[in-house]
């Protein structure tokens, strides 16, 4: 058997306001990072369902991020707070499910830290690259997903 | 059965800006095989004239009814491609702009990896767009008539702004005149211009504006609705004196047998029971104060009205509710000062030598209870004068913050009193932690100050000195030395307007830590509150000097003239929430957590329901509804899901 470098799946939640617009910025400053950073957005983080990052899990993502506005910089007031309370919430479960709590990142990311973007994007590939593959797709494949 | 879709791709080169990493004819070859995938094309530029129209034309020649581009950022042409679909007669929400350039060309070293990322994206939006569901805009009847709360100078401003014939507006002030805390002020900083003479002819004009309903004396009640539609219960309070028929001869002062301490003078001077608030008041009529009047009291005294040659006063009058429809409303509620009591080492009581600012800017005021002649309350001049600073702000166990116009203001006391030679020789001493004077012209006047002689001493914190007032003098114990003034004067802090409080909360407003009222945004949009429709004006959102109090006023009037125009619908946010009513089990978690109180109880079906005009779909509660009853527009959970099958 050949082995082959392990390069993980990874989604990134952005929210539309602060950080697909630091994901902007970093694609202005042509600052790189890995091509298995996936961005998809929403327009508050408020709106990322916890569902949503198990749902990522299940169809095959190594790991997942939420990146939303700065404490106070929320557009929406205050939606970056209910992120932060369902990320503290669904992380100790993540145990429950075999899966590594650090598969799992929350991070503020304003629209002028393309830098920061990039640092993270880095970070968490690095971090998910020494975890390896998750295979939760495998393990858990022929349980039924959430009705869509 | 779904009628199948007809999807067309439009891959942008950006001229090698995305070709030059991301392989888009590959992506084009291998897309074209996707089922319901009608056409893929390339072109340089889709946001040039000639893309838009290669778009437009391929969406009616292939008949197209979802539409993905693969480009650059929504940020820069999400809204230049709906419009571009609009044109071809397609709902704008049926299309999908994937960011290839920003997130993948830009960002990618290794063209290979960039053109497997760009597919990956370009997939997910595949998945995505057969959810994409037609929005239309939407436009509610709008009143653009305006309540505006308090009559201070930021009050005024927006009123006078906004006031036209087709525009009504009313204005709320609490007091008998208007003109707020700005009018207790003989000059201010930094030129030592008059107040009066700057201020009454504004106010004048707002009593003279026929397009102003001036409800002086009154307060809101209640209020309730949403943008565009409020309505406004005012209480406006017997004055027991006809406005139509006096004409603020004073005669009906005089004859009053009650004196009470002056409230407007922060009780240092006396006034009657039928009273001015003060001299130059606008409107220039009394009211007769019921807590203290004789005749509320049970005796039948009608000095006043014998006096008054006008039949002015009616001792029948009442108080008068009124309801009112409004489009929006501006919160003008003003500050009030810090109560220096509160500082045990300051022993601050009424009756010593120990004043705050305002009562001091009332004893040096030619209106106030001495008439401008600055004497002690024994009636002999002070030799010396010490100005205390940041009484009670920059504290953490008072109030964290500074009020930003103190230092200026006792600058300008010290000045006035100099240069109107108020008394001879008198020897004047700051207290002070650091100078926080950013207007133009106090520099100067600091510079000069000191030049004339006025001390400046400076302590690490000027709540921590001590005051002993004893036989008509003060002792101050500063951390290395101890002085004596005749007289001292607190630069107390600016605090919240607490008779406010009532009103913040009925509007669902939101306050800072320190009790102001907050803005959406403290630097980008400072006018503005999460509640849609309601604006913030002057010291109550955090304290203001005069030009900036007036400043915000134009800035609400500005943005209410804009928004709300007199007969023109409101267009309100598409990618709203809505309830399945079906599926709501009334249990009000995502009422706690909309942070625009769009979303109420319907006890009568025990639902939830969202107001569509205030939500702006952010979609929190989506997120946190645990019966999965409410979807977001554009964002619903299957739409997300299917793009995350596509990106993994």
Redesign the interface.
């Known amino acids: 058997m050949t082995e082959t470098k392990f390069e993980p ?1 990874i ?1 990134a939640f952005v929210c ?1 306001w602060c950080s ?2 630091g ?2 910025i ?3 400053m ?4 890995p ?2 950073v ?7 983080s ?7 990052i198990i ?2 899990f299940r ?3 190594d790991g997942v991020m939420v990146l939303g506005c700065h404490p106070k910089d929320c ?5 970056n707070y ?1 992120t932060l309370k ?1 990320y503290n919430m669904l992380k100790p479960l993540l145990d429950q499910f075999n899966i590594e709590q650090d598969r799992l990142y929350l991070d503020w990311v304003s629209a002028s830290e393309g830098e920061k973007f ?1 640092r993270v994007a880095k970070e968490m590939n690095e971090r998910i690259t020494q975890l390896g593959p998750l295979n939760w797709k495998e393990v858990i494949g022929q349980h039924q997903s ?1 009705e ?1 | 059965m779904k009628e199948k879709e007809r999807i067309g791709f439009f891959l942008c080169e950006c001229s090698q800006n995305i070709s030059g990493t991301v392989d888009v004819h590959k992506i084009k070859d291998e897309l074209q095989k996707q089922p319901d995938v009608v056409t893929a094309e390339v072109t340089n530029l889709y946001c040039s004239a000639e893309g838009k129209s290669e778009i437009i034309e391929s969406i009616r020649k292939n008949n197209l009814t979802k539409v993905v581009i693969g480009g650059c950022s929504v940020k820069q042409h999400e809204h230049t491609f709906m419009n571009v679909l609009e044109e071809a007669g397609l709902n704008p929400y049926f299309m999908q702009l994937v960011n290839i350039r920003e997130h993948v060309a830009w960002v990618t070293e290794d063209k290979e990896k960039a053109t497997a990322k760009a597919m990956a994206l370009l997939k997910a939006a595949y998945n995505r767009v057969q959810y994409h569901k037609a929005f239309e805009k939407k436009e509610i009847d709008a009143n653009a008539d305006v309540l505006v709360v308090g009559g201070g100078l930021s009050g005024c401003e927006a009123a006078l702004n906004l006031a036209a014939d087709d525009r009504k507006v009313y204005l709320v002030e609490t007091q008998p005149s208007l003109g707020g805390q700005a009018t207790k002020y003989e000059s201010s900083f930094p030129d030592l211009e008059c107040c009066s003479c700057m201020i009454l002819p504004k106010l004048q004009e707002v009593v003279e504006n026929p397009n102003i309903e001036l409800l002086n004396y009154s307060d809101v009640e209640e209020v309730v609705g949403f943008f565009g539609n409020f309505e406004a219960t005012i209480n406006k309070k017997a004055k027991y004196v006809i406005p139509d028929k006096c004409i603020g001869c004073n005669e009906c002062l005089e004859p009053c047998p009650v004196e009470v301490p002056n409230e407007y003078d922060d009780f240092l001077g006396k006034r009657k029971a039928i009273h001015f608030q003060v001299t130059g008041a606008t409107p220039y009529i009394p009211v007769i104060d019921k807590e203290s009047c004789l005749r509320f009291k049970g005796e039948d005294c009608t000095k006043c009205r014998d006096a008054c040659m006008f039949e002015a006063i009616d001792y029948d009058d009442e108080d008068e509710k009124m309801e009112v429809s409004v489009g929006s409303v501006v919160l003008a509620t003003g500050f009030e000062t810090f109560d220096p009591t509160l500082i045990p080492n300051f022993k601050f009581s009424n009756g010593t030598e120990v004043y705050t600012a305002l009562q001091f800017e009332r004893l040096i005021s030619n209106t106030g209870p001495t008439s401008g002649k600055l004497v002690k309350r024994d009636g002999s001049q002070p030799k010396s004068l010490a100005m205390v600073h940041c009484v009670g702000s920059r504290d953490k166990r008072y109030k964290n913050y500074c009020s930003n116009i103190c230092c200026s203001v006792l600058l300008k006391m010290s000045s006035q009193i100099l240069e109107e030679k108020m008394v001879e020789g008198i020897q004047i001493t700051h207290v002070y932690r650091d100078m926080t004077i950013g207007s133009t012209g106090m520099e100067e006047m600091y510079e000069n100050l000191k030049e004339e002689g006025v001390k400046f001493i400076m302590v690490p914190n000027p709540n921590d000195i001590a005051l002993n007032s004893q036989n008509g003098q003060v002792q101050i114990t500063l951390p290395e030395k101890t002085l004596n003034a005749d007289m001292v004067v607190l630069a107390a802090a600016m605090v919240p307007n607490k008779k406010a409080d009532k009103l913040i909360e009925m509007l669902m407003l939101s306050k800072d830590e320190e009790g102001f009222v907050k803005p959406t945004h403290r630097k980008i949009d400072a006018v503005s509150t999460p509640v849609e429709g309601v604006y913030v004006v002057g010291s109550a959102s955090y304290p203001k000097d005069i030009t900036h109090s007036i400043i915000d006023g134009s800035a609400a009037s500005g943005k209410i003239a804009f928004e709300l125009k007199p007969g023109k619908k409101l267009e309100i946010e598409t990618l709203i929430s809505t309830i399945d009513e079906d599926k709501c089990s009334g249990c009000k978690t995502c009422i706690s957590i909309c942070p625009y109180k769009a979303i109420g109880y319907d006890s009568e079906k025990g639902i939830s329901v969202i107001n569509e005009i205030l939500c702006r779909g952010c979609g929190s509660c989506v997120a946190a509804c645990p019966s999965h009853a409410i979807t977001a527009r554009h964002f619903e959970d299957n739409t997300i899901i299917a793009e995350l099958g596509g990106l993994l």
């Open positions: 799946n989604v539309n697909y617009g994901a902007d970093a694609g202005s042509r600052l790189k990072y091509a298995n996936k961005l998809l957005r929403v327009m508050c408020g709106r990322v369902d916890p569902e949503f749902e990522a169809r095959g993502a557009h929406y007031i205050e939606g209910k369902r990039a959430r869509v």
